[in-house]
């Protein structure tokens, strides 16, 4: 079993930058796909960014490409979530996820990952 714990949430103003960040303890592996997620008031999860086993590629939803780079510290079992220009509608509690041995291409389906972190928040004002 895998224990996900994120961290370095907070509040920013529109247009500036936060990165979050998950480590995982326990059963770890650096082959296992690796996501963000998040959830704003009222609204559905969203899958943000995704990153395939050891990091070899990474996918994004529409709304951040561009301004949201996913990335992997392979020793630390750690995943970030570099978030620059940020929107206030980027508002939202961020989890991160784990996911199956994957390498190819990742999705941001929700169904597919099994192990959840708690959540950080993060908030942008305008």
């Known amino acids: 079993q895998v224990q996900l714990v994120e961290s370095g949430g907070g509040l920013v103003q529109a247009g500036g930058s936060l990165r979050i960040s998950c480590v995982a303890s326990?059963?770890?592996?650096?082959?296992?796909?690796m996501a963000w997620f998040r959830r704003a008031p009222g609204k559905e999860r969203e899958g943000v960014a995704c990153?395939?086993?050891?990091?070899?590629?990474?996918n994004y939803t529409d709304s951040v490409k561009g301004r949201f780079t996913v990335s992997r510290d392979l020793p630390k079992n750690t995943i970030y979530l570099q978030m620059n220009s940020l929107k206030p509608e980027d508002t939202a509690i961020y989890y991160c996820?784990?996911?199956?041995?994957?390498?190819?291409?990742?999705?941001?389906?929700?169904?597919?990952?099994?192990?959840w972190g708690q959540g950080t928040q993060v908030t942008v004002s305008s």
């Open positions: 990153s395939t086993g050891r990091g070899v590629n990474s």
């Open positions: 996820a784990r996911g199956p041995a994957v390498f190819g291409r990742c999705v941001l389906s929700g169904g597919d990952y099994v192990s």
């Open positions: 326990g059963h770890t592996g650096d082959i296992y796909t």
